[in-house]
């Protein structure tokens, strides 16, 4: 099992960068693949990015690709969502999961689950 905990949000220019942080607790953090979340509001929750446990691949949405990247140490618990060039349309909840040794995937299981951080972005 493992908790998990953003951080990072806050209200931002367009054009802007912010960098999201989601720290685990448990030792087993180094297998579990994590995603990033979001959602706005009246919207449906999307996948924005993730990477997978042994730190291999990453997967990004077409709508951040370039603009954001996903890191992760390991030593530290911790996966980070740098987030360069915001738009207002990336305005939303960010969520990250956690998926036991999974293929990294917008659709996995993702049985663990942050509060949230909110991330605005203002034109």
């Known amino acids: 099992q493992v908790q998990l905990v953003e951080s990072g949000g806050g209200l931002v220019q367009a054009g802007g960068s912010l960098r999201l942080s989601c720290a685990a607790s448990?030792?087993?953090?180094?297998?579990?693949?994590i995603g990033w979340f979001r959602q706005a509001p009246g919207k449906e929750r999307e996948f924005v990015a993730g990477?997978?446990?042994?730190?291999?691949?990453?997967y990004y949405a077409d709508s951040v690709k370039g603009r954001f990247t996903i890191s992760r140490d390991n030593a530290k618990n911790t996966v980070y969502l740098q987030m360069s060039s915001l738009k207002p349309e990336d305005t939303a909840t960010y969520y990250c999961?956690?998926?036991?040794?999974?293929?990294?995937?917008?659709?996995?299981?993702?049985?663990?689950w942050g509060q949230g951080t909110q991330v605005t972005v203002s034109s």
């Open positions: 448990g030792r087993t953090f180094s297998y579990y693949t």
């Open positions: 999961a956690a998926d036991y040794l999974a293929v990294v995937s917008p659709n996995g299981r993702y049985d663990y």
């Open positions: 990477i997978d446990y042994s730190e291999r691949t990453t």
